[in-house]
């Protein structure tokens, strides 16, 4: 079987948030947002799109009032789009608009006994949802470091909604977690 070992940054974020997976090939791109999302940990509660090769791929508009993609993410499979060193863009949230941008390191042989997809490196917590984009992160990066700031513990305590209350650590990154999270993908 074939896998893909990939790169996933989030753009115009420092220090970097990234995340390195090795993914099955003959996955759809909408499975492929379900690892993205589980790998950093988005509530998947917002619109996502991929952009690669000036095509964009997402879901359908169902209610009409909206823009269709060029591309239904749950009929295109990637196989037909990866190729080494093809780099391109995943959306999150047009809100909050969070660029993830997706290297395509290496095609490699996968391991008969070994489960994909599965996480290998990375660096960072993600930002919380809905904290404003890259902006409103690093207000909120700068709030949460000054413990004199008033709004400090209230920002605190609103950004335990994304790790399940444990205080927010922009360094944390515990792999078993992630890779737990993937194990969970159908």
């Known amino acids: 079987m074939k896998v893909y070992k990939i790169k996933i940054n989030l753009v115009d974020i420092n220090p970097p948030i990234w995340r390195r997976l090795v993914i099955p090939s003959n996955i759809t791109f909408y499975k492929l947002h379900k690892i993205i999302q589980a790998v950093f940990d988005w509530q998947d509660y ?13 879901l359908p508009d169902e209610s009409g009032f909206g ?24 959306t999150y949230d047009f809100g909050d608009n969070w660029e993830h941008k997706i290297s395509v390191e290496d095609i490699l042989e996968g391991e008969e006994d070994k489960k994909y997809p599965v996480c290998i490196k990375g660096k960072r ?23 004199t700031n008033d709004e400090c513990q209230e920002m605190l305590e609103w950004a335990e909604k994304d790790t399940g209350g444990r205080k927010f650590d922009p360094e944390y990154f515990y792999l078993p977690e992630i890779n737990k999270r993937l194990a969970r993908i159908r």
């Open 46 to 58: 917002h619109l996502f799109e991929f952009n690669i090769y000036n095509i964009n791929l997402g």
């Open 67 to 90: 823009e269709n993609p060029d591309k239904n993410a749950k009929r295109e499979k990637i196989d037909s789009y990866f190729k080494k060193g093809v780099k391109f863009i995943y």
């Open 125 to 147: 917590q993600r930002p919380p949802e809905d904290v404003g984009g890259t902006f409103g992160y690093e207000d909120f990066l700068n709030i949460i470091s000054d413990p």
